[in-house]
């Protein structure tokens, strides 16, 4: 089992910044293969993808934060980020990180953006915009 934990969620006002971490524990053997991902979710809404990064570093990003959000990885402790700029208050969610252990089977013929593709989930961390 793969323990997700993300951090540095809150309330901030429009315009600002906030740097979430999502740090994984437990079988992490072969962490720098997995796929990750960050999701939000508004409650009554689907959970939707965000971000995701590969074992390659390639990156994909929803159309409503590209510019502004960036996500990385740092294989070496186990950490992904996603560091949020120009929030604004449709951003306002709680967001998941997502870890897919099972990438080097290959993408079993789902997107990086579809949420059955990964197998373990954090518990989420609040963002609230106000404006």
């Known amino acids: 089992q793969v323990q997700l934990v993300e951090s540095g969620g809150g309330s901030v006002q429009a315009g600002g910044s906030l740097r979430l971490t999502c740090t994984a524990s437990?079988?992490?053997?072969?962490?720098?293969?997995?796929?990750m991902a960050w999701f939000r979710q508004v409650q009554g809404n689907e959970r939707e993808a965000v971000a995701t990064?590969?074992?390659?570093?390639?990156?994909t990003y929803a159309s409503s934060v590209t510019g502004r959000f960036t996500i990385s990885k740092d294989n070496a402790k186990n950490d992904l980020y996603l560091q949020m700029n120009s929030l604004k208050p449709e951003d306002t969610a709680m967001y998941y990180c997502?870890?897919?252990?099972?990438?080097?089977?290959?993408?079993?013929?789902?997107?990086?953006?579809?949420?059955?593709?990964?197998?373990?989930w954090g518990q989420g961390t609040q963002v609230t915009v106000s404006s």
């Open positions: 437990g079988r992490t053997f072969g962490y720098s293969t997995f796929l």
């Open positions: 990064i590969d074992s390659e570093g390639s990156t």
């Open positions: 997502a870890a897919d252990s099972r990438s080097l089977l290959g993408d079993r013929g789902m997107r990086p953006q579809d949420r059955k593709r990964y197998n373990y």
